[in-house]
């Protein structure tokens, strides 16, 4: 275990980055960092979340997020439970205040949810005596991925203050974008969004970035390399020519990291769409940095986990990790 962690952490919830400090920010990261090693060990459990129940409730579909919240809790020894909207009494007609309710009626004591609309967390977290943590919700925030993805750097870099990331791909429908321009301005990093006009967000620079169209000058300067797919499924119209126009022009591959700088990190949250915004020599190579990320997602959902429903205030992490 590292030093002990004070936590200066007083919030019931975890909606988005937005609204939270750069010291809070920390506190998570430095909480994941002492977590980490628990998942090295050859029994990768601690008693922190002993008697805690945490629901995964997922009204879209999953991998990665999902994966490394049941381990996480299964982690700190809390009982977990996966609810799928598909298989839930949601197909019925009960609405999500509902559900919730009911399930609150059990005695849990943690909420994760994933909604294909913004703002569906906050709406649990107005009715619920449990935890809401946003585990995605719509083109809004994802904040635990922004956090694993800060934490990856921080890992590779020792820092985020000052650094390069250019963020490349369909800005306007991600959530990863948005929590993580969130995060990372607020830890200092210098940010650069990259997409054709159709894709980015009208006054994305109020978020404190840059803007280019051009994907080799978002390359040429990076320190970090954040590559998002196009997210078809929440687009309404066809917002680019096509796939192969939009590959030319963004794609990340051999020749377009011909200048980019020897250190560079390459990141992607998944799910990825080969041969479109990455070719695998991108994200199979040296540079390529995004199976840390999925590795570190279980280290800072621990984290996040234990602050929230496990942490008095002011204790030390050490007390809980054994
Ligand atoms: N990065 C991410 O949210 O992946 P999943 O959709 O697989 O959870």
Redesign the pocket.
């Known amino acids: 275990m590292s030093a002990a962690i004070e936590t200066l952490w007083t919030r019931k919830h975890l909606l988005g980055l937005e609204d939270l400090s750069a010291d809070e920010i920390n506190t998570i990261l430095k909480t994941a960092a002492s977590l980490k090693e628990v998942s090295l060990r050859p029994i990768k459990k601690v008693p922190a979340l002993r008697g805690k129940t945490i629901v995964n409730l997922f009204f ?9 919240f049941e381990l996480a809790a299964k982690r700190l020894s809390a009982d977990t439970i996966n609810i799928a909207s598909s298989s839930s009494s949601l197909t019925k007609g009960e609405t999500i205040i509902d559900t919730v309710n009911n399930l609150e009626a059990l005695k849990v004591d943690a909420f994760v949810v ?1 909604h294909a609309s913004a703002g569906v967390p906050n709406l649990i977290a107005q009715h619920a005596r449990a935890s809401v943590i946003n ?2 919700d719509g083109a809004h925030e ?1 904040p635990t ?1 922004a956090l694993l993805d800060l934490f990856t750097i921080q890992e590779h870099r020792k820092k985020i203050a000052g650094l390069k990331v250019s963020i490349i791909g369909d800005i306007s429908h991600s959530r ?1 974008a948005r929590s993580n321009i969130w995060g990372l301005t607020k830890l200092g990093a210098e940010v650069t969004v990259c997409a054709p006009p159709t894709l980015l967000p009208v006054e994305i620079e109020r978020m404190g970035v840059q803007v280019t169209h051009d994907a080799n000058e978002a390359v040429e300067n990076a320190d970090v390399l954040m590559l998002l797919r196009i997210q078809h499924e929440r687009q309404e119209t066809q917002l680019i020519p096509g796939i192969r126009e939009y590959r030319l022009r963004y794609g990340i591959d051999a020749q377009r990291l011909e200048k980019a700088k020897p250190d560079l990190l390459i990141m992607h ?3 990825v769409n080969r041969g479109v915004e990455l070719d695998s020599f991108a994200a199979d190579g040296k540079s390529s940095v995004i199976l840390d ?1 999925v590795t570190n ?1 279980v280290a800072v959902r621990m984290a996040v986990l234990y602050l929230v429903i496990g942490a008095p205030e002011g204790t030390p992490l050490e007390g809980a990790v054994v």
């Open positions: 879209e579909p999953s991998t990665r997020t999902r994966t490394s994933r585990a995605g994802h991925q990863v949250p998944g799910p990320q997602g």
